[in-house]
């Protein structure tokens, strides 16, 4: 699970800068924060609502197909019996999601350490074996279940061909070869969709529980001093190399002839290099600002990412190897995999009881997200995108069922009376 990011690099600034006068004059100049945050606003809430969507309609359908055999992955301490009291289930849910929170961060400092040793092809590797896995076995468990909930007529030796075959082309896609932008982004929120279908198998209690226990998890990796995942970005971004994880690239539709990719950079000496840096500044801006515009060779961006390990590499680079930092990578905002899941968990747990609590729980979520790309906007730093859209969440799912619910129930009764 990473945190949301923009991938270049920014120290605080205004987060919706105003256009100059001469961007305003000039029609053909380069578009401007707001229309480029917006477009890559929509590039992330498309394949999320996708996610969600595909989650619910696989648990509707499936919500009687039995496949609880696989759903033990996450209940590492405890297992779910009708039989339990109160107590013993919301002991045995802490257990498991604190177990599996300590399992995670665990191979969370290991993916750290490997990757500060530079075992990147081991770690590529890895993940594409792990795709595989999930495409393969998670992927053909599920297009099982929905031929024989389905009455699907298909031989053994044709699923098991065109099995083989999403799944590889699936590995290739993500990581291999260069293949159209819409395909791998396809193929990772298929991903996402085949790991949370089967989080949704897990025992109500041990679900809610894992869900408050990420968010925390969350919260305090990405912004603790020493939190494994704000040194896992914090690693890339210093090397200017692309994160060794699953994650799900926003990247602008279209690209304007001379367009560039605003870099916003700390200017640290303007004595000796004033003449040379003075035509980077904006129009109308002073010359006493801490900031100014680098236009690079890639298309539009907006904000981005600093953190104090990165700024101590900064101190030691002079101000020519500055103006070089991220300009490697797309400049767009970028979102774990790991979110996309947990977000479709909790929209799949409300498909279990109806479709009211669905939508309260998707437009929660849907403005945690919102809230959340907001704040990065305005902090320019990673942030971690489950803490408020599960906590909306849930609110939203106990308000819906404890109050929403009931007032539906009794307009409806009230409307037949009558």
Request: charged share 15%; proline share 5%.
């Amino acid at each position: 699970n990473l945190p949301i990011y923009c991938s270049s690099l920014t120290p605080k600034a205004s987060p919706f800068p105003l256009p100059s006068p001469m961007a305003e004059a000039n029609p053909n100049s380069n578009p401007g924060v707001l229309e480029t945050l917006g477009e890559e606003i929509v590039r992330i809430v498309a394949p999320v609502s996708a996610c969600m969507l595909l989650v619910v309609l696989l648990v509707t359908a499936l919500s009687s197909s039995s496949g609880g055999g696989l759903a033990s992955i996450a209940a590492i301490a405890y297992s779910d019996d009708s039989s339990d009291s109160f107590w013993d289930k919301l002991k045995g849910a802490l257990l498991s999601s604190v177990s599996f929170v300590v399992l995670i961060t665990l191979l969370t400092f290991l993916l750290v350490l490997l990757f500060y040793l530079r075992c990147t092809r081991f770690l590529k590797s890895y993940m594409a074996f792990s795709s595989l896995v999930v495409l393969a076995f998670l992927g053909g468990e599920v297009f099982l279940l929905l031929i024989s909930r389905f009455y699907v007529p298909i031989d053994v030796v044709t699923f098991s061909l065109l099995l083989f075959n999403f799944a590889v082309v699936g590995v290739l896609a993500i990581f291999l070869a260069k293949v159209p932008i819409m395909v791998n982004q396809g193929y990772l929120v298929i991903i996402g969709v085949l790991v949370a279908y089967w989080f949704t198998l897990l025992p109500e209690w041990t679900t809610w529980a894992l869900l408050i226990a990420m968010s925390l998890y969350d919260l305090a990796a990405v912004l603790l001093p020493g939190g494994p995942l704000r040194l896992l970005v914090e690693l890339a971004i210093s090397r200017d190399e692309e994160l060794p994880a699953l994650v799900y690239e926003a990247r602008p539709v279209e690209h304007l002839p001379g367009a560039g990719r605003r870099l916003w950079r700390e200017r640290r000496d303007l004595t000796s290099n004033s003449s040379s840096n003075s035509n980077n500044l904006e129009a109308g801006d002073p010359a006493s600002q801490d900031t100014s515009l680098v236009i690079a060779e890639e298309g539009p961006s907006v904000s981005a990412l600093t953190a104090p390990f990165l700024q101590q590499q900064l101190e030691r680079r002079g101000e020519v190897d500055l103006e070089g930092i991220g300009l490697g990578s797309s400049g767009a905002i970028k979102l774990g995999l790991g979110d996309f899941i947990f977000y479709s968990v909790l929209v799949g747990r409300a498909a279990l009881y109806d479709f009211m609590t669905v939508y309260a729980c998707y437009l929660a979520i849907m403005a945690g997200l919102g809230i959340t790309l907001f704040l990065l906007a305005f902090y320019r730093k990673a942030l971690p995108a489950l803490p408020v859209s599960i906590a909306l969440g849930i609110i939203f799912y106990l308000l819906t069922r404890a109050s929403l619910e009931v007032f539906m129930v009794q307009c409806s009764t009230n409307l037949l009376m009558f």
